[in-house]
């Protein structure tokens, strides 16, 4: 079954207390990417990776990093966690080519910091 | 830069309703507009897509066509059902990869 899975679906930690978000597709994907969603903000787009060691950022990058070593793997690093991203944090994975693509989303990580 | 524009909710409707959602969006080029749906504790599913202007997406008895002089990309459903409670998102993309989202709008349908 063509899947993104994400782990751990939920978390409560501290601030200050560093924590990675894993993220694994099954599909061949090419271009993977997280996104957090906020009440009232949608879905925000944190960074990107178009292929294996290629990362960018996203339109809210800041206090977080990623790293794209395997194809199937897109791992989401918070260095130390502040409350500012307690969210729910997303997941997504494409193939290669045009907007017509679709995107396949994780079933989310709620994360908490106090 | 991009933008997308959806109405607020909650909507709440009775079932065998008509739904409508209404997405307007700002773009440079011809973006392709997407609506995502995702049920409660869940993730995005795709619902429906459009790639070019008059284009009719459509899946589960949900319609939007992409009207590029209005730039929008109205949702739409002749009867909804308590199984369509969900949150509804309207989205674009301009570069084939990132997704530009809208705020959301959160339908509850009533028995």
């Known amino acids: 079954e063509a899947q993104v899975t994400q782990n751990p679906r939920y978390l409560i930690t501290v601030t200050g207390k560093k924590l990675t978000v894993t993220c694994s597709q099954n599909?061949?994907?090419?271009?993977m990417s997280w996104y957090r969603q906020d009440p009232g903000l949608g879905l925000r787009q944190i960074y990107y990776s178009m292929n294996v060691e290629v990362t960018d950022k996203g339109d809210v990058p800041e206090g977080y990093k990623v790293s794209r070593k395997e194809k199937r793997n897109f791992p989401l690093i918070l260095e130390s966690p502040s409350p500012n991203q307690t969210s729910l944090y997303f997941c997504?994975?494409?193939?290669?080519?045009?907007?017509?693509?679709?995107?396949?989303f994780g079933p989310g990580t709620r994360l908490t910091v106090l | 830069g991009n933008s997308v524009t959806q109405m607020e909710g909650p909507v709440t409707l009775s079932e065998e309703a008509f739904l409508t959602i209404n997405c307007t969006y700002t773009?440079?080029?011809?973006?392709?507009l997407f609506w995502y749906v995702q049920y409660p504790g869940e993730g995005l599913q795709l619902l429906l897509k459009?790639?070019?202007?008059?284009d009719k997406g459509s899946n589960k008895g949900f319609e939007a066509t992409y009207r590029k002089e209005t730039t929008s990309f109205h949702l739409e459903k002749g009867s909804v059902q308590v199984s369509d409670s969900a949150v509804y998102f309207c989205?674009?993309?301009?570069?084939?990869?990132?997704?530009?989202f809208g705020k959301g709008t959160s339908l509850l349908v009533t028995p």
């Open positions: 997504a994975s494409r193939g290669g080519g045009g907007a017509v693509h679709t995107q396949y």
């Open positions: 773009a440079t080029g011809y973006p392709s």
């Open positions: 989205a674009l993309s301009n570069s084939g990869y990132a997704l530009n």
């Open positions: 599909m061949n994907h090419e271009y």
């Open positions: 459009a790639t070019k202007a008059d």
